[in-house]
């Protein structure tokens, strides 16, 4: 069964770079047709779609965030990555991991997020 | 951008009672691309619905989604203690992907 797990710092400096790390276990993301993306959560308000990677490296971001998101992955490790700089209080949330699609037979589809990872609160403060 | 309205904000309803929870997007969501999560306090969303009808592995029957174009439904028929939670309904047509703002379901 396919499970996603967040790591990285829980706090983070104003100006700073956010730096988070998915690790997924159950399958290979090298070896799976599938898109990873990266969620977030403020407190007490809704979700916000970051941004998405193929195992092969291609991405997509959400335009709002482009400027600041950079999404990697690392096949031999089973992990991806975000990195988004200039951090501010307003970046202030829980992240998460997901799947979010797959391609099969020539044809790909950006489509739900699921499964889930259990997320990480990243606090941005002095 | 597609926008996703979800209403009413909050519902309180008592267990047993049928909760009819509304997506409305501002622009048609092709091939009904629309999924629906359940999302309980300090867990990670869960996925109830996609492709606007059909149940994710393992969802009860009780969750049913419904609906095409700009407003979609979900229905959960009969409320179990277990269900109360925030909804979140989230298209899939094109980037960037967005969420609703949630309906909130609270015991009445």
């Known amino acids: 069964q396919l499970q996603l797990q967040e790591s990285g710092p829980g706090l983070v400096k104003p100006s700073e770079t956010l730096s988070l790390t998915c690790t997924v276990s159950g399958g290979s993301i090298s070896r799976t047709s599938y898109y990873w993306g990266w969620i977030r959560q403020p407190p007490g308000k809704g979700l916000e779609w970051i941004g998405t990677?193929?195992?092969?490296?291609?991405?997509y971001y959400n335009p709002s965030l482009k400027s600041r998101v950079t999404i990697s992955v690392d096949t031999s490790k089973n992990k991806f990555s975000l990195k988004m700089s200039s951090v501010t209080a307003a970046d202030t949330a829980v992240y998460y991991c997901a799947r979010h699609g797959y391609c099969s037979h020539g044809s790909c589809l950006l489509n739900w997020f699921d499964p889930w990872g259990q997320g990480t609160l990243v606090t941005v403060s002095s | 951008e597609i926008v996703l309205t979800q209403s009413p904000g909050t519902l309180s309803l008592s267990p047993g009672e049928r909760a009819t929870l509304s997506c409305r997007a501002s622009q048609s969501v092709s091939s009904n691309y629309l999924a629906w999560y359940q999302q309980k306090p300090g867990q990670a969303p869960r996925l109830l619905i996609y492709g606007a009808s059909s149940r994710a592995t393992g969802i009860p029957d009780r969750f049913s989604g419904s609906g095409s174009g700009t407003d979609f439904t979900l229905t959960i028929s009969r409320l179990e203690p277990e269900d109360f939670a925030v909804f979140y309904c989230?298209?899939?047509?094109?980037?960037?992907?967005?969420f609703g703002q949630g309906t909130k379901v609270e015991i009445k």
């Open positions: 989230q298209h899939y047509d094109r980037s960037p992907w967005t």
């Open positions: 990677i193929y195992y092969s490296g291609s991405t």
